[in-house]
Structures are given as C-alpha cells and as structure tokens.
C-alpha cells in the first residue's frame, strides 16, 4: 500500500536555505508567523562571515554605505537596495544580527560605516558587519598593534607569510608563524572545519595556547585562521584568548569556511527548536497555487510532504544554488518559470574585458518584482499576489561585484516578510 504524504499547515513557506531563506524564517518567526522552510544545502557554508551592505561600486570600495545607497537610489533605482528606505534596512540587520548573536554566532550591530574586515588573502573589504571573533583584528589594524598572524603545516589556502606581505605597508607590526596543529601533527592536508571541531575540545585549546605562546615573542595580538570551533565560536575565543594572554582575531580562509558552517548549522539547530518547520536537504518539485494560497510538494527520505501554505517565499538562489539555470535559450527560473530579466542574446552576456569595473551585464540577471517584492509575470504583473521573493534571485544587482550579497538577501527578506505579513493578517 502506497504510505500517504506528510502535510504540513503554514502561514508562510520559505522556499531557499541560503542567507535570503533564513533571514526571511527568523524575520517571520520574530512576527509570530507560521513558518516552514524548505532547501538544498544553499550557498551559506560558502559564504566568508561578513554581513556586506553595500562596499563596492563604480568608483573602488565604500567607506559610508548609508551616503552610498543615496547615490544608488539616484544612479540605479531597480536595484533592490535602492527601493529599500534606510529605516527599513537598519531594522532588518539590527534584527537579523541580534537574532543570530542570541543563538550563539555573535556578531557587530551595524554602524554608520563600513568596517574593514581582512580578506583570506591578506587584502581588505568593507563590510557591514563581522563575526565578534574576527573583530579584534579590525581594531589591532587600527591602533597598528603589534600582531603575529599564525597558520598551520598542511593547511591550503592560507598563508600568514602572503597576508603579512600585502598588509605590512599599512600594518608595520606584523610578522607570521606556522604552527603544527595540536594531535594533526605530520598530516599532509588539514581541513578548517576539522580543526574547528577538534578546538572544540577544551584540552586542544590548551594545546594550541602553549605553542601559540611559545613564538608570541611581543606581539600584542594574534590572528588566526576561522577555526576556533563550529558551535558556541565565542566560547572557544574567550577560552583560547584568556589562555595565550592578547588579543585574538579569526581571519577567514578560502570557502567552504568555517563561518558559514556555523552560521548554516546554528540556522538548522536552533530554529526549529523556536517553532520552524524545517525541511532541510530537500528541493521542492513544484508548487500548485489555490484560493487560499499554495501547496508545495516534495520528498524526502522518509516519503512524500505536502506543505499548504496562506503565503509563499521564493528565495532560492541564483546559479549556485539552482534558482536560476543558464541554458542555450538564456537564464531560465527553475521552479515555477517565473521570467528572467537578462541581456537580449548570449552574446551580450559578458563584455570584452573580463575586469571591466561596469561587470558583466549577466551578473544582472533575475526575476523583476514589484513592490511589494512579489515576482512579476511578462505582463508586469504579480504572478500570484500571495507570491513574494527575496535575495540574490532578484533582477537589477551585480552582488559580488557590489558587495551587497547579505544586504540584498537581508533586507529583501525584511520587506518581503512584511509584505506577506499583511496578506496573513
């Protein structure tokens, strides 16, 4: 006998597991809204651990992104950021970062200005806000302390030498050391998340302590790669801070990064203990809209699930993690066949010059919305009122090159839950 679906009854579906997919359940849950959310694996474990509101544009890195998405209003009004007000966006990253602070990832509440967070090479980027383990190494920077940046035998990607080389110009003080991993000891490759977890062990900790100790000499601070453990991070820099005696920074290494997994695995432990259906691993297959909203189907490895829905957000990604797909024909949306805003042929998808500072006119490509952040059919109009989407799926930002990926994922988030909370009510 064929087992029967599991069904689930919600107020809102968040379809996507990347940073738009979880900032829009936390955002739901914080209103008291009803809240499934299905979803791949998704970008997040990717991702360095900056939170990037606006950094980059036309004329090199921003310092003030507040005056700088002034000019995007004025330069690009169908930027999702510029339809966005500065309250609106404020609210959602203060909510979104004290959300997460409070689970245990803590991080910087937002500021008036870009920080200027180390880079995995040895470079700087403007960020909004950054893990609270890596910001001692924004201050050390500043007051041009003294510092040892340490890496690993075996460990890839990561370089001490190379980030004191393209920092040192600015940064004097600073000189590098490798160590061996306490208990990895002779290993030809060492992973990040694997000796995040093995810092999760109080002995190891006081392992590393004495070796970091033992070629401290008189640094005053000390940066490492983002391996101080995958859950509780603070716990773990508190601990290993106190036993070396200085200041501690985490620098992030080349993805998949520890950040990320933490951010990713604290999303899919703690919030379903706060009342998220959570549906994880696991791509929706088709969505049938209905006069009382949607049902989503989809299987997982104990069957098939239904999940009726008064409301539904599609944050599904864009090429990486499957909500847009290139083909010969142009970009297509992969789930409901939403039209792609995109350059008029192929051939207009990238420019000559692969550095040409405008991007290429495909990094553009997504779905439009209105204003409400509800995707628009070929008529302009809401494929479905109940309908809303958010993140890095949506039309009109070059993200990686603006340095506006968690911006646009959070703050679309926050309109589009705010949006859906009104047709609930």
Known sequence: MKQQPRRYQTQLAVIGSGLAGFAASIFALERGIVTAQVGSTGAVAYTSGFLDLLGGGAGGLIKDPWRALERLRSEEPQHPLARIGDDDIR?????????????????????????????????????????????????????????????????????????????????????????????????????????????????????????????????????????????????????????????????????????????????????????LTLVSQQKVQRVEFGKTGATLYLQDSYGDVQIATQTTLLASGRFLSGGLAAQRSGVHETLLGIPVSQPASREAWYRTHYFDPRGHPVNRAGIEVDDQFRPLDANGDPVDRRLYAAGSLLAHQDWTRQRCGAGVAIASAYKAVEAAARHIR
């Open 91 to 275: 609210a959602a990253f203060s909510q979104f970062t004290e959300a997460i602070s409070e689970s245990g990832v803590g991080y910087t509440a937002p500021a008036d200005r870009n920080l200027f967070a180390i880079s995995p090479a040895g470079t700087l980027k403007p960020t909004c806000s950054v893990p609270r383990t890596m910001y001692p190494g924004i201050r050390a920077m500043q007051e041009r302390s003294a510092t040892l940046i340490v890496d690993f035998t075996g460990l890839k990607g990561f370089s001490a030498v190379e980030i004191v080389a393209n920092l040192k110009p600015r940064w004097p003080g600073l000189s590098a050391a490798r160590l061996e991993f306490p208990e990895m000891e002779g290993n030809t490759q060492l992973y990040p998340e694997v000796m995040a977890r093995a810092l999760e062990v109080p002995l190891h900790r006081e392992q590393l302590a004495a070796r970091i100790s033992a070629v401290l000499g008189d640094a005053e601070a000390v940066g490492l790669p983002a391996i101080m453990g995958v859950h509780a991070p603070d716990r773990v820099h508190a601990h290993l801070q106190e036993l070396v005696g200085v200041p501690l920074f985490e620098i992030p290494t080349i993805p998949p990064a520890v950040p990320g997994i933490r951010l990713r695995e604290m999303f899919e432990q703690v919030f379903p203990a706060r009342g």
